[in-house]
């Protein structure tokens, strides 16, 4: 017979393990935002409808 509990203690700290990865990624994602300052912005000119292809 399968040990199930065993099974899924396994499948559990696999799943555990993987959250941590993505959180880990995730808060290095954002230091890396927020350590690049404010982002460069260009206001671009209106489009009129002339003007439109």
Same mark, same amino acid.
């Given at each position: 017979?399968?040990?199930?509990? *065993?099974?899924?203690?396994t499948m @559990?700290?696999?799943? #555990? ?10 808060? *290095?994602?954002?230091?890396?935002? @927020?350590?690049?300052? #404010? ?15």
């Amino acid at each position: 017979m399968p040990d199930y509990k *065993k099974m899924y203690l396994t499948m @559990v700290d696999a799943v #555990e393990k993987a959250m941590t990865v993505m959180i880990e990624a995730e808060q *290095k994602c954002e230091d890396i935002y @927020v350590s690049t300052g #404010e982002p460069l912005l260009i206001k671009l000119p209106k489009e009129t409808k002339t003007e439109k292809t």
